[in-house]
């Protein structure tokens, strides 16, 4: 039976003795040779209905190059049609265009699913998709995988990551659709979608910030994603337009994602193969090339003013410690948004922690850097984060070129004077409900090596967490693991209430041996007996509306969120909330929710 790093190195190796698809290293690229791509803006129809935007987002293979010295391959993307029927559709060969939204304007999102219905990566699909290996848990009674598709390898949903929406049109795994319009147990759509459509509705009835939308298919997240079929969402308001910021060409989506490259161009995705004992499939996926935008190793230039830059990190698994820069100097960075909108106060720092997932709000100062000069957007977080020992480092992401003349006066609110709105935090009260979500790493039955829980429970498992709409919570995520999970828990924005350590080994074996003698009630472990020191605060770039955060090894990582359902549409049949509404929580490491970090919810009235 192999440690989770013997195994990581076996995986390394038999990649590198050519079991899987031969890839190249970040060796063979020239850097900060390809401009950077401006990823477009859709354009909304709004003459349909009054007081809402619509939108028609088509799922597509289409060519795409990932770096000059690279073939012109396969990607996966989504394009926006042109309302007036005169354009070319919006979109890339990978990635999707921007979503711009007004707080409290309804988005009404055809998603149409034309792709192939043989994967890209279909070389990868049978060592990667464990569920569908006969034997290998957890397979429900009779056998049966919750219904899965068969005689096919694509399926896809879209879900609007950090959206406060319906479960209709939350994109839950299970409401998959392919493009022949076979469809999932759990598949939604408003009226008038075609059997390989979903017609979801967004409210957009929340703070100004950027989401992103992502392919959100059972057991095809990770594949799909690394594909291609992510995009962002941007939700503006009145108020984020009075503060002076950025805008226009000055405001930069950055789309940080870590990829792996056949000699050809094409995305490689590691296929470990089948040992005589178990299927060795990828806990993790850590490229070897930075890729933003599509492009890898871009440059980018700027003129010596104020920007903001509008970053996610879109990658599997790889966590980014990111500075502008060089190794010895580092540019100030003002951090001025997460995930959920803005924070509250412009924090000033050198350095940058993102999880997958991660959505950063910052302004760069440019005018600091010498006319003609360069920096780089540096990196270096361990992969996996934060042990390391198992992935490539990509120390350089990609380069600032400050050779533009200053075409006007900068008029924007220097940062440190930047009034922000406040950030009300939320606290517990004696009516706040406290429940504890363990997670897990261990072997099964099967000695696969990496198996991924969430309170000892498979994903497909009877929902055992029932949230009474307006209720305040803490959950309470207890790290056992060795790594840092970023945890995303659908329909809420919530704060980081606090962290404090344990005895995490002596917890993770008194909670396994309760586990294995059948959970008896009342005798699980206290957790308060295993907790040391105090609670600690969340770090100051942590602090926040967010809709993920990093659960840290050895440590009980708490958030605090009001559980409310979604309102309905005014005008909009089908865009109520009725209960019970299942939602879902999951490791935002695409590889672990795809293999089983990954439970289901129901809010209840």
């Known amino acids: 039976m192999f440690t989770r790093r013997e195994f990581l190195s076996l995986a390394a190796a038999t990649a590198v003795a050519g079991v899987g698809e031969a890839g190249t290293t970040a060796r063979g690229l020239r850097k900060y040779v390809d401009p950077l791509p401006r990823l477009p803006m859709a354009v909304p129809d709004t003459s349909s209905h009054s007081g809402r935007d619509h939108y028609v987002l088509t799922m597509r293979e289409r060519p795409w190059r990932f770096h000059k010295d690279l073939g012109t391959t396969a990607a996966w993307g989504y394009w926006a049609s042109d309302p007036s029927g005169r354009a070319v559709p919006a979109g890339l060969g990978c990635l999707g265009p921007i979503l711009v939204a007004r707080r409290d304007r309804p988005s009404i999102v055809r ?31 009779g056998g049966r995988h919750m219904d899965m598709p068969s005689g096919l390898t694509v399926w896809n949903v879209v879900h609007l990551h950090g959206g406060w929406n319906p479960p209709q049109s939350d994109g839950n795994p299970l409401a998959w659709f ?60 009145e108020a984020e337009e009075t503060l002076g910021l950025p805008r226009g060409r000055f405001e930069i989506h950055l ?24 299927p060795i499939w990828s806990p993790e996926f850590f490229g070897d090339t930075p890729v933003v935008n599509g492009k890898a190793y871009p440059f980018l230039t700027v003129e010596p003013r104020r920007y903001r830059l509008r970053v996610l990190n879109g990658s599997n698994s790889r966590f980014y410690h990111l500075w502008l820069g060089d190794e010895r100097t580092r540019l100030p960075l ?81 940062p440190d004077e930047l009034d922000l709105p406040p950030l009300e935090r939320l606290r517990p009260d004696s009516r706040t409900f406290w429940r504890e979500r363990v997670l897990t790493e ?81 005798r699980e472990p206290r957790l308060e007996r295993y907790l040391i020191g105090p609670p600690l605060p969340p770090e100051p770039e942590q602090q926040g509306w967010r809709d993920s955060f990093i659960a840290y090894p050895g440590m009980v990582n708490r958030i605090i969120a009001q559980y409310t359902k979604a309102p309905p549409i005014p005008g909009i049949d089908g865009t109520a909330t009725t209960f019970p509404a299942d939602y879902i929580h999951h490791c935002h490491i695409l590889e672990h929710e795809d293999n089983d970090m990954m439970r289901p919810w129901q809010l209840i009235s």
């Open 111 to 141: 998603y149409r699913n034309e792709l192939p219905t043989r994967h890209l990566l279909h070389r990868a699909i049978d060592q990667t998709l464990w569920r569908q290996l006969p034997g290998v848990p957890p397979d429900p009674p």
């Open 178 to 237: 392919t493009p022949q319009g076979q469809h999932g147990p759990l598949y939604a759509t408003l009226p008038g979608a075609a059997p390989n459509e979903a017609i979801y509705a967004y409210g957009n009835r929340q703070r100004a910030t950027m989401l992103w939308y992502h392919d959100h298919a059972m057991d095809l997240t990770h594949l799909n994603n690394y594909a291609g079929l992510s995009g962002l969402y941007v939700i503006r308001d």
């Open 255 to 278: 789309v940080l994602q870590d990829r792996t490259f056949n000699p050809d161009g094409s995305l490689s995705y590691p296929v470990k193969g089948v040992t005589a004992y178990h």
């Open 334 to 414: 003002w951090l001025i948004g997460v995930a959920g909108g803005l924070r509250g106060n412009a924090l000033r720092t050198t350095t940058l922690l993102m999880a997958p997932a991660d959505r950063m709000d910052i302004i760069i100062d440019f005018s600091m850097v010498p006319r003609g000069g360069t920096v780089t957007l540096m990196n270096d977080a361990p992969a996996p984060y934060p042990a390391g020992g198992g992935g490539p480092a990509i120390p350089q992401i990609m380069q600032f070129r400050v050779t533009e003349p200053l075409s006007r006066r900068d008029p924007t609110t220097p």
């Open 442 to 522: 261990t072997t099964d039955r099967h000695d696969n090596p990496i198996h991924l829980q969430i309170n000892g429970r498979y994903f497909f498992e009877p929902v055992d967490d029932f949230i009474r709409a307006g209720s305040t919570e803490v959950w309470e995520y207890i790290n056992t693991t060795e790594d840092a999970h970023p945890m995303h828990v659908h329909l809420v924005q919530f704060q980081i209430h606090n962290r404090q350590r344990f005895k995490s080994d002596l917890y993770r074996g008194d909670h396994g041996r309760w586990l294995a003698g059948g959970r008896p009630k009342g």
